[in-house]
């Protein structure tokens, strides 16, 4: 059974720091590209950042203009959980961030929220002073 669980949201101030972690089950994280979307209150869940592993401990990673340069992606395959490294938070970051996972092997990460078969619960991050 797949399973993805997020963790590690709170509150924190503008410019603070989080780290996600997104934990799975049930697969192999390198089979399968995961990515990090969020939705905000009163809007359409947005993706965040992905990454897919080519081969060889080469990964390719995506993230949404609005998060780069401040958020990273990594991974830890002995733990299986991909981790998302949030710095220079912003309130405008505010929202529920989930990690899903692709089913398909696709030749670049997808930013559809469609495309993405397995989902977590879900992890609230609120910035605020």
């Known amino acids: 059974q797949v399973q993805l669980v997020e963790s590690g949201g709170g509150l924190i101030q503008p410019g603070g720091s989080l780290r996600l972690s997104c934990t799975v089950s049930?697969?192999?994280?390198?089979?399968?590209?995961v990515g990090w979307f969020r939705q905000a209150p009163g809007k359409e869940r947005e993706f965040v950042a992905g990454?897919?592993?080519?081969?060889?401990?080469?990964?390719?990673?995506d993230y949404a203009d609005s998060v780069k340069g401040r958020f990273t992606v990594s991974r830890s395959i002995a733990d299986s959980t991909l981790y998302l490294e949030m710095n220079s938070l912003k309130p405008e970051d505010t929202a529920i961030y989930y990690c899903?996972?692709?089913?398909?092997?696709?030749?670049?990460?997808?930013?559809?929220?469609?495309?993405?078969?397995?989902w977590g619960q879900g992890t609230q991050v609120t910035v605020s002073a």
């Open positions: 899903a996972a692709d089913e398909r092997r696709r030749p670049q990460v997808s930013t559809l929220s469609s495309d993405y078969t397995y």
């Open positions: 990454q897919r592993w080519i081969g060889s401990n080469v990964y390719s990673t």
């Open positions: 049930g697969f192999t994280l390198d089979n399968h590209a």
